[in-house]
């Protein structure tokens, strides 16, 4: 029997720009023909996944498409920036650009618990969704950047148990939001949706991003979030992001990451004492995040890197490794 959700066996990967770009004209006039002249609504993180949704439903039906991006205050440096930039401005999207900063760290004051955490990110998230989605008009559609692996991992969590964490995608919306889902690119892996990126002309930078969790940095602030110890891990993060790019680790490298404890120690700076937090460091190599193995990085820029992020970084006082494979450690700390 015919299963929407089930990749045919003869479906040839996407390998090349010609490929993407016939799987484009494919998919473009099949979202014509499903949605018509109706309105689809989007939940634009700037991951690679709704990123390329959004630039294929654009091509295919304009400002028909409105994308929401709820920045919930835990992104990266310059993220939520990029977003509008490239989708509000490059692409004429209809975005709707939402600052929810302050409600998502009020929420989250004086919470240390990681699943308290990551429960209320998620559902403050689907709130301001929501929210927005009440405000606008007409929509009958919802897209979403399910890929085939989303599909496949929600078949083995049915199976299987209990999830060793409360994994959630800021972009997973609630059931009842009674819209028919329009999910283009929800039979393709994850290296075939960056082809499709490309071929769609989206900054390599974006296609190429690196995982990010649903919840942000929420998860590498450790313990009860603070607005200074969170700008001190985003500033810190920016700065080994800018070294491993410039060092041709970005594209070597799975995942690589700063989190910063709530803890601090005693170090000195000016004839001074210092107290600050440490930033630690985490680089992992893996296929499947599963299991995650550890990415060496050379020494010298090591140093660099702690002698830039202790300089420029408000209350960082050190830098640290961690050189723990998956398991038994996690990806993230939290
Ligand atoms: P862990 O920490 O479980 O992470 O080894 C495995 C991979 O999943 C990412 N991750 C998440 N992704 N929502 C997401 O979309 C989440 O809540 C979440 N938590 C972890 C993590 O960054 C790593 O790539």
């Known amino acids: 029997m015919y299963d929407p959700n089930k990749r045919p066996d003869d479906m040839a990967r996407i390998t090349t720009i010609e490929q993407a770009h016939a799987f484009i004209d494919e998919q ?37 498409l409105v994308c929401v991006h709820v920045n919930h205050g835990l992104m990266r440096k310059g993220e939520s920036e990029d977003v509008v930039k490239v989708f509000g401005e490059e692409l004429d999207a209809n975005l709707v650009y939402v600052d929810a900063t302050d409600r998502f760290l009020d929420l989250l004051a004086g919470v240390a618990d990681p699943e308290k955490k990551r ?19 007409g929509i009958s559609y919802l897209a979403q950047g399910t890929i085939y692996p989303d599909i496949l991992e929600s078949i083995k969590a049915k199976e299987s148990g209990k999830p060793v964490k409360s994994h959630h995608n800021v972009g997973g ?8 889902l329009v999910e283009p690119v929800k039979l393709l892996y994850k290296d075939e949706v960056r082809v499709v990126g490309e071929a769609l002309g989206l900054p390599h930078a974006m296609v190429y991003r690196q995982p990010f969790p649903g919840p942000g940095l929420g998860v590498r602030c450790l313990g009860a979030i603070t607005r200074d110890r969170l700008h001190a891990l985003r500033e810190a993060d920016a700065i080994l992001r800018e070294e491993f790019d410039k060092n041709g680790l970005a594209g070597k490298v799975w995942q690589y990451f700063i989190a910063v404890p709530d803890l601090k120690s005693v170090g000195v700076r000016d004839h001074m004492r210092y107290e600050g937090w440490p930033a630690i460091i985490r680089a992992v190599n893996t296929t499947d995040a599963m299991t995650a193995t550890i990415e060496e990085i050379p020494y010298a820029l090591l140093h660099h890197i702690t002698n830039r992020i202790t300089s ?23």
């Open 28 to 64: 473009v006039a099949a979202v014509r023909a499903q949605v018509g002249d109706k309105k689809v609504l989007l939940a634009l993180s700037g991951g690679v996944d709704s990123s390329v949704v959004a630039a294929l439903l654009i091509k295919a039906i304009g400002r028909q």
């Open 119 to 137: 429960k209320i990110i998620g559902a403050e998230f689907i709130k301001v969704f929501d929210e927005e989605a009440a405000k606008l008009d």
């Open 173 to 180: 919306l609630p059931d009842d939001m009674a819209m028919e």
């Open 312 to 334: 420029e970084v408000e209350g960082i006082n050190r830098v640290l490794l961690d050189l723990t494979p998956k398991p038994v450690g996690t990806i993230e700390w939290e």
